[in-house]
């Protein structure tokens, strides 16, 4: 993370990481950015969206009064890719347009097998998706990252793979980049339109694969976390 950045805990989960109730973690999102003031809330954490109404939850409307606010959202896409699976979108909260959702990559920059496919729209039938709001937003090492155990092992350090663990990558470069233009952004009438020129320069700026078939893939979403690319393209966008 930044340089004497000051981390803020919430308690929302369970200790086996089962979320406690929907209201808590809206609950969280709230007293984060309004109470605690915090510029970033990382949530390694998500719910299978209701296709009829991916939006409407406790947790949806939080993150998106955090964002009217200013506050930078970043939320794992999910676990549900793969083989097999029913879930047709990333997670809940990282469904909500300003959201940034992270999938996660290998050590080679290869696609988890289980990170979640963003959906073209905005559950079904509804609004179309796009740049730089398209889903996921960005992929991150995600595979056999070393992490706090389980409290219940004897160890304290164990691997961890999913996209919670790649989240956190994406919210330390953005920390990074706040910590040197975050003066910029603030000026800014609307809060939400620095949000997206944030989000326009990751969507501009990442890794992109030969395998993605495009500018944005339902998996890799724009490419991979390029942190200081990420940064260069921010302050192209403050100046320009």
Request: glycine content about 10%; proline content about 6%; charged content about 20%.
């Amino acid at each position: 993370a930044a340089p004497e950045v000051d981390l803020i805990i919430a308690a929302a989960l369970n200790a086996d990481g089962s979320t406690k109730s929907e209201t808590t973690v809206a609950d969280a999102v709230e007293w984060c950015w309004n109470e605690m003031n915090a510029d970033i809330i990382s949530l390694s954490l998500g719910g299978e969206p209701d296709p009829e109404n991916p939006l409407g939850s406790l947790t949806a409307d939080a993150v998106e009064d955090a964002l009217a606010n200013g506050v930078f959202v970043v939320a794992a896409a999910g676990n549900s890719g793969g083989a097999g699976t029913e879930v047709t979108d990333v997670s809940v909260p990282a469904n909500v347009g300003g959201v940034i959702a992270v999938g996660a990559v290998d050590i080679n920059g290869d696609l988890w097998e289980r990170t979640a496919t963003g959906s073209d729209t905005e559950g079904a039938g509804g609004p179309e998706r796009v740049e730089p709001n398209q889903k996921p937003e960005v992929s991150a090492p995600g595979v056999d990252i070393v992490s706090t155990s389980d409290p219940s092992l004897s160890i304290p350090y164990s691997y961890s793979t999913g996209t919670s663990d790649s989240t956190v990558f994406v919210t330390g470069a953005l920390a990074l980049i706040l910590e040197r233009h975050g003066g910029a952004l603030s000026t800014f009438e609307d809060p939400y339109d620095a949000i997206m020129l944030v989000k326009q320069a990751l969507a501009e700026s990442c890794q992109t694969s030969p395998l993605q078939g495009g500018e944005h893939h339902p998996r890799w979403g724009y490419g991979v976390l390029d942190a200081t690319a990420w940064e260069r393209a921010v302050a192209d966008a403050i100046v320009s």
